[in-house]
């Protein structure tokens, strides 16, 4: 499940420890309603208690785990309100990023967006979806902090850590990856032409493609789901 961390004096233990608790809950590694423990996880990580409930904490606000009193840590279940939610704000905050980019984006970061694609259809081709949720992730990332908008980014993986799991659970079956490299690239075609409505466009496109794997991941994996309306 998880795996020892190395000294790092440039990362606070407590940011590792969060940042590999939530990549092992996104993956499924760590199971939705999953008990987690406090001593378990120092110990499997080698850290002390402290940072693994500080992290804690922190994946509490995230929604990933719930903290109950006296009965401990749970890792809580898919609410697809929140997914629903989540994508609402991050499709408000990305458009926005997106038209930006089509102003202020110079080439050299154009030509990083260039070199993720070509590493994303590496990682198609080689049935990869965890690397090839990674180069997603940095794809989004790049476009933001490319064109100075690090807040917004920070906004947006705050919000959608319910998504990322869905995201995981529908690669490569519910959503081929082959339809969301082609999404990226119409994304980066539009901002290298500098036509804002066409991003705007190929962006939204792109992020409501959820919105069809969602309700036929429910009924896939049941169990996995909160079952709220």
């Known amino acids: 499940m998880l795996s020892r961390i190395e000294p790092d004096l440039t990362e606070p233990v407590a940011r ?18 999953q008990p987690l423990s406090e001593q378990e996880v120092a110990t499997r990580l080698g850290v002390s208690r402290q940072p693994v409930r500080e992290a804690f904490i ?12 006296q009965r ?12 629903l939610d989540a994508r609402f704000v991050r499709e408000a905050v990305e458009l ?4 930006r980019a089509c102003e202020e984006m110079p080439a050299a970061a154009v030509h990083e967006l260039r070199a993720n694609l070509k590493a994303q259809r ?12 990674e180069l997603d992730e940095a794809f989004h990332r790049a476009i933001a902090l490319g064109v100075g908008c690090e807040y ?22 519910a959503t081929p990856l082959d339809r969301l490299i082609v999404q990226h690239e119409r994304v980066v075609d539009a901002i ?3 036509d804002p409505a066409l991003a ?4 939204r496109v792109h992020l409501r493609e959820i919105l069809t794997s969602l309700p036929e991941l429910e009924q896939r994996f049941p169990e996995l789901f909160d079952g709220a309306a």
């Open 122 to 133: 590496a990682s198609a081709d080689d049935a990869q979806p965890d690397r090839f949720l």
């Open 16 to 33: 590792r420890v969060f940042r590999d608790l939530r990549q092992a809950i996104v993956t499924m590694r760590v199971r939705p309603g």
């Open 72 to 83: 401990g840590t749970f890792v809580v279940k898919i609410s697809a309100r929140q997914v």
């Open 152 to 173: 917004a980014w920070r906004v947006v993986e705050e919000t959608k850590a319910q998504m990322d799991r869905v995201r995981y659970l529908s690669l490569p079956h």
């Open 200 to 203: 705007e466009g190929a962006m």
């Open 96 to 99: 926005a990023v997106v038209r």
């Open 58 to 69: 922190k994946l509490g606000e995230a929604g990933l785990v719930t903290i109950r009193p």
């Open 192 to 194: 290298e032409a500098r």
